[in-house]
T-cell receptor
Framework: AQSVSQHNHHVILSEAASLELGCNYS??????LFWYVQYPGQHLQLLLK??????LVKGIKGFEAEFIKSKFSFNLRKPSVQWSDTAEYFC???????????FGSGTRLSIRP | DAMVIQNPRYQVTQFGKPVTLSCSQT?????MYWYQQKSSQAPKLLFH???????NEADTPDNFQSRRPNTSFCFLDIRSPGLGDAAMYLC???????????FGPGTRLLVL
């Protein structure tokens, strides 16, 4: 069965620090990969996605993620975080053979002003 | 703006009293999903509709039912809510073949 692991449950950073949130998945076939973000009091929204092609994908608000197939990873990065990046971040995987996506348990990011 | 709308945003019900949550979409997507999200946990898929085809997750309790009368609307019925059903319920849509899902704001259910 597919699963998604986000090992960091809560990350606290100061403004301007660099960010990397880990995501690993278990599935041997072809996958689509997503990062969703949930700002306080708001709905889940897509941050970025990887379907195929360049394994380094760029999303909104300066975020990027790199798909490393050999490591089954899709880590999220941002070189310099802002206070407004405070949110919950969910990694998600969709196996091409399935019609649903599996979410990781989420990482709460807190940014100190 | 095209969007996924959920009503109500907050719902309070009594233990064992049936409750219905609604979701509507203006995206004309053919797939609609219902997720349950408890505090600090991942959204958990309950079921989804592909057009009128209903797909239930194996571990979704029988207490949870769904209806999709047309493309735009989908309902989540909880027949006899228990205290453990208190959660945020998320509706999402996508177009089959375009796997990005679009989420509504959720309905927070409180069971007294």
């Amino acid at each position: 069965a597919q699963s998604v692991s986000q090992h960091n449950h809560h990350v606290i950073l100061s403004e301007a620090a660099s960010l990397e949130l880990g995501c690993n998945y278990s599935y041997g076939g072809t996958v689509n990969l997503f990062w969703y973000v949930q700002y306080p009091g708001q709905h889940l929204q897509l941050l970025l996605k990887y379907f195929s092609g360049d394994p380094l994908v760029k999303g909104i608000k300066g975020f990027e993620a790199e798909f490393i197939k050999s490591k089954f990873s899709f880590n999220l990065r941002k070189p310099s975080v802002q206070w407004s990046d405070t949110a919950e971040y969910f990694c998600a995987v969709n196996a091409l053979s399935a019609s649903k996506i599996i979410f990781g348990s989420g990482t709460r990011l807190s940014i100190r002003p | 703006d095209a969007m996924v709308i959920q009503n109500p945003r907050y719902q309070v019900t009594q233990f064992g009293k049936p409750v219905t949550l609604s979701c509507s979409q203006t995206l004309n997507h053919n797939v609609m999903y219902w997720y349950q999200q408890k505090s600090s946990q991942a959204p958990k898929l309950l079921f989804h509709y592909y057009d009128k085809d209903f797909n239930n997750e194996a571990d979704t309790p029988d207490n949870f039912q769904s209806r999709r009368p047309n493309t735009s609307f989908c309902f989540l019925d909880i027949r006899s809510p228990g205290l453990g059903d208190a959660a945020m319920y998320l509706c999402a849509t996508n177009q089959r073949g375009e796997e990005t899902q679009y989420f509504g704001p959720g309905t927070r259910l409180l069971v007294l």
